[in-house]
Nanobody
Framework: VQLQASGRGLIEAGGSLRLSCAAS????????LGWFRQAPGKQRDFVAL????????IHADSVKGRFAISRNQAENTVYLQMNNLKPEDTAVYYC???????????????WGQGTLVTVSS
């Protein structure tokens, strides 16, 4: 499975943006798709995950109530809807595939190439 993220942009604070992550190949129902982000000079942080089969979601506290992860199984795509964006949301966003629900980046083996989101104040 390969992952292709899209939706990069320069957004003003308070705005919205939706990221997409299209997967090639079959995604097993036991898989977990996650979004992570990495700001310049910082570690890669967990943002949200969704279990591919059941659709269960987990969001990081920093984005809870503002971001929402979802998936479209027919299109083999996972989304990250980002609302009320803040300058501190500026980062490269990565989608990744794992085998269990985890917020640890090292638990994800397949990664997309990353897409840059810049939020201006």
């Amino acid at each position: 499975v390969q992952l292709q993220a899209s939706g990069r942009g320069l957004i003003e604070a308070g705005g919205s943006l939706r990221l997409s992550c299209a997967a090639s190949g079959r995604i097993f129902s036991s898989s977990v798709l996650g979004w992570f982000r990495q700001a310049p000079g910082k570690q890669r942080d967990f943002v949200a995950l969704i279990s591919w089969g059941a659709g269960h979601t987990i969001h990081a506290d920093s984005v809870k109530g503002r971001f929402a992860i979802s998936r479209n199984q027919a299109e083999n795509t996972v989304y990250l809807q980002m609302n009320n964006l803040k300058p501190e949301d500026t980062a490269v966003y990565y989608c990744a595939r794992g085998t269990h629900r985890s917020s640890a980046a090292e638990d994800y083996r397949t990664w997309g190439q990353g897409t840059l989101v810049t939020v201006s104040s």
